[in-house]
């Protein structure tokens, strides 16, 4: 059941990114969870947030190709250290610029939610814990 959750979780935030993308084509910009602005308008500690995260999920895996761990990668993978280095430099990032908005803070708890659904979701279902 938990797992139904979170894949439609999951759904939800493909879908809300698909039409966010399909938005920046037709020149309209939104960002989380649903605001429509010019691009001057988001937080810049939003895009440094994920300006970083992006270049820590690149360090990720160029240092993983580089020392050999080389293997193939499920795209549920990518999306969970994506995830991850979003949470992680966006809480860094609000607390070194001394952000105390609530609602960004509300906004990290839902990606932190999302990245824990998307772990859940990827690990592999054990049922035969006491089989031979």
Not at 11 to 19: G, H, I, K, R
Not at 49 to 54: E, M
Request: proline residues 3%; contains cysteine.
């Amino acid at each position: 059941m938990i797992r139904l959750i979170a894949n439609a979780i999951i759904l939800l935030f493909v879908v809300w990114t698909a039409s966010v993308s399909i938005a920046a084509f037709l020149d309209i910009t939104i960002y989380f969870p649903w605001v429509v602005s010019s691009i001057e308008e988001i937080p810049l500690h939003r895009l440094q947030a994920i300006r970083v995260s992006i270049f820590l999920t690149f360090s990720h895996y160029g240092v993983l190709h580089l020392i050999g761990l080389n293997r193939a990668y499920f795209p549920i993978d990518f999306l969970n250290q994506y995830l991850f280095y979003l949470c992680l430099s966006a809480g860094i990032i609000m607390y070194i610029n001394n952000i105390t908005v609530l609602q960004e803070y509300v906004v990290l708890a839902v990606f932190i939610l999302l990245w824990l659904g998307c772990v859940f979701v990827s690990r592999p279902l054990n049922r035969g814990y006491f089989k031979k």
